[in-house]
């Protein structure tokens, strides 16, 4: 065996090991007669045999090559078998035995003179006359060796004989190659073929032609015999095609169509199949050629196969007939002449008429194929519903990975996994990003097949697909994925080279531009001169190529380069970017590219709105045309991301030219597209982050509106942007089916909304931990996939249980609606006369506050800028510039108080003096978690000086006189101050003043207004579960004397399970906690009530797990621990994750809770004055919660030692 056979063998492709193992257990198992047949090339005939004989030693294999024509093979089987047994016989170059190759390259040389054909069945006829002679003569196997177009001619001929075989295994061919080499070999081989003359009757054709026709003849010829003789070997071919590059072009075409026609009109039907066989694998293979004007390639593709079919009818050859309308879809969804969005739809009409014939049932392997590739042109259809046609794409992926099982046909799974990538990358629906992890987990599966070594091209497209992927990942470091993109996208161009796929190339280069204009490491001037050059070598191949559609793609690209560009003349950039984004819009039309048409309007308006030399109003007016045109496709149903990029655009664009009222329609169409994708996106913290990173467009709008003197409409937004999640699982919570439903049913209607809600959750926290955990760079770059099981098993119980019991009695019902923002009026009509609002609002450069009461048709209104704010002179002796400027640079990172939003107008002046404004806050916080005896100290002071900073004492000169009471509305980080214990200008606190309650938002307190629970008998408590609070037993014990039931457990016995095992929350009215507790500020959920004997924190009750509870009768839930009242105060979304967040949407209406480590005898004292207040009043109505707690808390403020001494004694 030659070292190169040895090497061939050593070295299996994975497609072909696949087919090769079947072979052999095939082989090894038979004992007796037997015939199979192997399609193969010549090169893959001598390893197949050569590896046969070494993996099955035990066998006696031996080969039979016919070298001419013969009319009897069982004589020649007969002589081999005589002097050894034999237990497999491969049989080689029956073609030539029949002199049917000779015939069929006569055919091919001269296809208008007819040829004798007679010779060709005697052997045939041989076979089927002595078939049972071979059966009863012969105890071995034929592994009869033929080329793939003649196999069904062999069966037809002789059907009776080749009836038996049992086996047909056909060998993909080697695709992977060197495209360029150059082969002496088989160049001398071409010097040597003798000139052909053309017929008489396709002269007459090509006479008409200015052309030397005789040169396309020569090479249609070669071409042809090339296809037959190598049976799919490429080499060969493409090395002729390679010197005739110039030749592939329209006349080439028509050559081919003509020549079709001659051919195929004067042979029979056995040849005729066999011949466009030919051609069909020679148009395919000519369409894969990496070289050469791409859209002449694909033009002499399409005329082939479409000649072919002409002479391939369905109802006489159906499968041809569907495998030719399969090979017409592939080269139509790529077509570069005519309407794209014509070629995609021609090319979906194939695909699925193909599938008429290619079904699952009779032919499960073209069937997935086909769905494979249907579900490529739907990834790419323009016509229809964008995300509609994602949607199809994705289901016909999966159709097809129903056959394309990896363990049986890896190559072909791999390939659909890449494909199912790509269209999880462009996905609409569903949330982003989830989708985009989906995305690269598809690549990454996709590798493990597709390796450099046996695939290269194949693993070259995955990295620039898996680059593509990180460029737009939005889990994971921002940096780091950007950096992966670049590295994947540079390990693609290690295969796809200029000079062999020029095409490939310049495709990655322009992905590469795209990330290193979006690069965030590195000198941001130069990353972009480098997406520049990138752009402009890509422009290179694709003009050269005459490719309109990829240079109409490239120049929007090479627009937004220089419009971003730092180096060179501003204005000359952005003329530059402007002209090339008018370049791309004469491809780019509205009716053909709609999405590539409004994505380059959108761009171009961005330009236009650029300051440029003396055209400020004519550039102003054609932004807002071209925003307007963008939005006439980017709508909030159909792009819901795009739109909101638009329309917050567009907005930007009128409020900084003050034109409030068309800034607010333009940040309403934002709004309504953040609506969709949060409805959209599967997981809580996907909701939340969705609304931090567009926070900006509320800020906007609420400004927009009060400059528009609409300040009712203002609080509107104000309270749309706040806490949205809370609000909407409590709206769905109380969604109820109407008529007689049994209480079993509503019972498991709210045990598994409970359930989900809990599973909910903890995905939450595995996201949220999975961000913050300390992992390698290599795992934080890998898919960040959620486990969804259990999940989808309980909505699927849901959806079953309200499908059988509930849909049959209330076809209405409904698990969900949308939220609908909460009035201003329904705002007054929360409150009486004596009450007021007050609620707080701060955006990127003010703190807003709105006063609202029944005495005013509108909201009162202060502004205060933090410029302003920082100006105050606040007396202290270690308040001094230094301390502030040294919080600002220097703040422990995980208690810094704010996350400043991201906003393309925030000015520097605004950006610092944010900073300054947040300093304080911070530097409370940091002495509260470090140094705690001296916040203590300081307390005093920060208490005045965030008085004064909040301009409380201006707030309240305007609260109306009658009101008495007040609700505090803090936003982001002022949920973490006692703003109720603020000191005034005169030295009283605020709740000297009024009686203070606290809530979340507004529509919150309409939500909770409707869950007031008129009974306060029954009482659960957890007492000291710990054993080491000194005055919590007396605490519980003297609170549990004041209600006619109570169930407590006490120390030891607090215990998680004893606490999950209590099956009456349901009828309790109070549950107190008189316990440990913390808040986890990096995850919230996991913040922990601690209970008795938890060696690990699974072993405590968490914030997560509240919401699991039933609390449908509970009035108030009071928290007697530590910072049970903080709040994720970095979340720009100001979702209010907090411990009595989690007891509101579980059912109490009340709670009362610690925004600090508060004492242990202080904490006592306070807790039984509270109840002892509760239980004096002769009926609890809807402000006696916070009446006694004030009056608590006014109490042991002014308790003295004494005081408190006589009070302790009266419960001891």
């Not at 086909?370 to 990834?379: R, S």
């Not at 529509?1003 to 007492?1023: C, E, H, S, W």
Request: charged share 25%; with cysteine; net charge negative.
């Amino acid at each position: 065996m030659s070292n190169s056979l040895v090497s061939r063998i050593e070295n299996f492709r994975p497609d072909e090991q696949e087919i090769y193992l079947t072979l052999k257990r095939d082989l090894s198992w038979r004992d007796d007669f037997g015939i199979l047949f192997v399609k193969c090339s010549p090169v893959q005939e001598s390893w197949i045999i050569g590896k046969v004989k070494q993996d099955i030693p035990d066998k006696k294999i031996d080969v039979l090559k016919l070298e001419h024509y013969i009319d009897n093979l069982y004589d020649l089987i007969e002589e081999k078998v005589k002097d050894h047994p034999i237990n497999i016989l491969f049989i080689s170059g029956i073609e030539k035995s029949l002199a049917l190759e000779d015939y069929i390259k006569r055919i091919l040389e001269k296809p208008k003179i007819s040829h004798e054909k007679g010779s060709v069945s005697h052997l045939l006829g041989h076979l089927n006359w002595q078939r049972e002679r071979f059966r009863d003569d012969f105890n071995c196997c034929l592994v009869f060796i033929v080329r793939k177009y003649t196999l069904k001619y062999l069966v037809r001929r002789a059907p009776d004989f080749f009836d038996w075989r049992s086996g047909v295994f056909e060998f993909p061919v080697d695709n992977e190659i060197d495209l360029l080499q150059h082969y002496v070999p088989f160049e001398r081989y071409l010097e040597q073929e003798k000139q052909r003359k053309v017929s008489q009757d396709s002269a007459l054709f090509y006479q008409k032609k200015n052309i030397d026709t005789q040169e396309y003849v020569l090479l249609l010829e070669k071409l042809l015999l090339l296809e037959y003789e190598n049976n799919g070997d490429l080499k060969f071919l493409y090395s002729v095609i390679k010197s005739n590059v110039d030749k592939l072009d329209n006349f080439f075409a028509q050559l081919l169509q003509q020549w079709i026609i001659d051919t195929c009109s004067e042979v029979n039907p056995e040849e005729k199949e066999a011949i466009l066989g030919i051609v069909e694998s020679l148009c395919i293979d000519i369409y894969r050629f990496p070289l050469g004007r791409l859209s002449n390639i694909l033009e002499i593709a399409i005329t082939g196969l479409e000649s072919i079919l002409n002479f391939h009818p369905r109802e006489t050859f159906p499968k041809q007939w569907a495998t030719t309308l399969h090979n017409l879809g592939y080269v139509y969804s790529n077509r570069i002449f005519g309407s794209k969005a014509e070629n995609l739809e021609l090319a979906i009409a194939c695909y699925q008429s193909a599938l008429e014939v290619r079904t699952r049932k009779t032919f499960p392997e073209d069937w997935a194929t086909t769905q494979n590739n249907l579900a490529i042109a739907y990834t790419q259809r323009i016509r229809g519903e964008r995300g509609e046609n994602l949607e199809s794409a994705i289901s016909a992926y999966f159709r097809a990975l129903e056959v394309r099982i990896c363990k049986y046909f890896p190559v072909d799974w791999a390939k659909t996994k890449n494909n199912l990538g790509n269209a999880y990358i462009e996905r609409i629906k569903g949330d982003k990003g989830e989708n985009l992890e989906q995305a690269i987990n598809c690549f990454y599966q996709s590798l493990k097949i597709y390796t450099k070594e046996n695939f290269p091209e194949d693993w070259a497209t995955t990295q620039n697909n898996l680059g593509n992927a990180y460029r737009q990942r939005i889990r994971g470091d921002k940096p780091e994925n950007l950096e992966m993109a670049i590295a994947c996208l540079k390990k693609s161009l290690e295969v796809y080279t200029k000079q062999d796929f020029p095409w490939k190339w310049a495709e990655i280069q322009n992905n590469l531009g795209n990330a290193y204009r979006q690069r965030i490491r590195g000198d941001k001037a130069e990353n972009l001169e480098q997406a520049i050059d990138c752009f402009y070598k890509t422009l290179e191949v694709y003009m050269e190529q005459d490719l309109p559609l990829k240079c109409a793609e490239t120049k929007n690209n090479l627009g937004n380069a220089f419009r971003e560009r730092i180096r060179g003349d501003k204005y000359e950039n952005i003329e530059r970017a402007i002209a090339f984004y008018q370049n791309a819009l004469q491809v780019h039309s509205k009716d053909e590219l709609p999405l590539q048409w409004a994505e380059t309007q959108n761009n171009l308006a961005i330009a236009y709105g650029s300051e440029l030399k003396g055209y400020g109003a004519i550039n102003l007016e054609m932004a807002i045309k071209a925003f307007q045109n963008s939005l006439e496709i980017f709508t909030p149903e159909d792009f819901p991301i795009e739109c909101l990029t638009v329309s917050h655009n567009l907005g930007n664009l009128y409020f900084q030219e003050a034109n409030w009222q068309f800034a607010i329609e333009a940040y309403k169409i934002a709004i309504k597209a953040v609506e969709i994708s949060c409805s959209w996106a599967i997981t809580e913290i996907r909701r939340q982050e969705i609304i931090s990173q567009v926070i900006t467009i509320y800020y906007s709008i609420v400004e927009s509106y009060i400059n528009f003197g609409q300040i009712d409409k203002a609080i509107e937004y104000v309270e749309l942007s706040k806490n949205r999640t809370l609000v909407e699982l409590i709206t769905n919570r109380d969604l109820y089916p109407k008529g007689d439903i049994s209480p079993t049913i509503i019972q498991k209607l709210d045990r598994l909304r409970r359930e989900i809600i809990s599973e909910e959750k903890q995905l939450a926290i595995k996201q949220n931990n999975h961000k913050l955990g300390v992992i390698t760079e290599s795992e934080r770059l890998q898919p960040q996939l959620t486990d969804y099981s259990k999940l989808n098993q309980l909505q699927q119980e849901l959806d079953e249980l309200i499908s059988q019991e509930i849909t049959p009695i209330d076809p209405t019902f409904q698990l969900t609606q949308k939220i609908q923002p909460i009035t201003f009026k329904e705002i007054q009509n929360l409150i009486d006369d004596q009450t007021a609002i007050i609620e707080w609002y701060i955006t990127d450069n003010q703190i807003i506050t709105f006063i609202t009461s029944r005495h005013y048709n509108q909201p009162q209104i202060l502004q205060f800028h933090f410029v302003d704010i920082n100006s105050l002179k606040i007396e202290r002796e270690s308040c001094i510039k230094e301390d502030v400027e040294q919080e600002i640079t220097n703040i422990r990172g995980i208690y810094v108080a704010y996350e400043r939003p991201v906003n393309k107008n925030f000015l520097f002046q605004d950006k610092r003096a944010f900073d300054e404004f947040v300093a304080p806050i911070n530097k409370y916080l940091n002495l509260y978690h470090f140094r705690k005896q001296q916040w203590i100290y300081e307390l005093p002071f920060y208490l005045r000086n965030f008085a004064q900073i909040l301009h409380l004492d201006e707030i309240v000169s305007h609260i109306p006189q009658q009101c008495q009471k007040i609700i505090l509305i803090p936003h982001r980080f002022l949920h973490l101050l006692p703003i109720h214990a603020f000191i005034l200008n005169d030295d009283s606190y605020l709740l000297d003043r009024y009686e203070v309650t606290y809530s979340s938002s507004c529509k919150l307190l309409q939500l909770i207004k409707n869950q007031q629970r008129p009974k306060f008998d029954k009482l659960f408590a957890i007492q000291n579960p710990t054993s080491d609070l000194i005055y919590s037993d007396l605490e519980v014990e003297k609170i549990s004397s004041y209600f006619d039931s109570a169930e407590i457990l006490a120390k030891e016995k607090a215990t998680k399970t004893a606490f999950k095992t209590y099956n009456d929350f349901s009828s309790v009215n109070c549950l107190h906690f008189s316990c440990h507790g913390y808040f986890n500020i990096n995850s919230p959920l996991e913040s922990s009530l601690l209970l008795a004997n938890a060696e690990t924190k699974t072993e405590n009750l968490t914030l997560a797990e509240v919401f699991e509870l039933n609390l449908s009768q509970c009035r108030l839930v009071t928290l007697s621990a530590c910072e049970t009242g903080l709040t994720d105060f970095r979340d720009l979304s100001d979702e209010y994750i907090s411990f009595p967040s989690s007891f509101i949407y579980a059912g109490s209406s009340n709670v009362v809770s610690s925004l600090w480590s508060p004492d242990d005898l202080s904490t006592a004292l306070l807790m039984i004055k509270f109840y002892q207040n509760l239980k004096s009043y002769p009926e609890l109505g809807e402000g006696s919660i916070a009446i006694a707690l004030r009056d608590a808390q006014m109490w042991l403020r002014n308790l003295t030692s004494k005081e408190g001494e006589e009070f302790l004694e009266k419960f001891q």
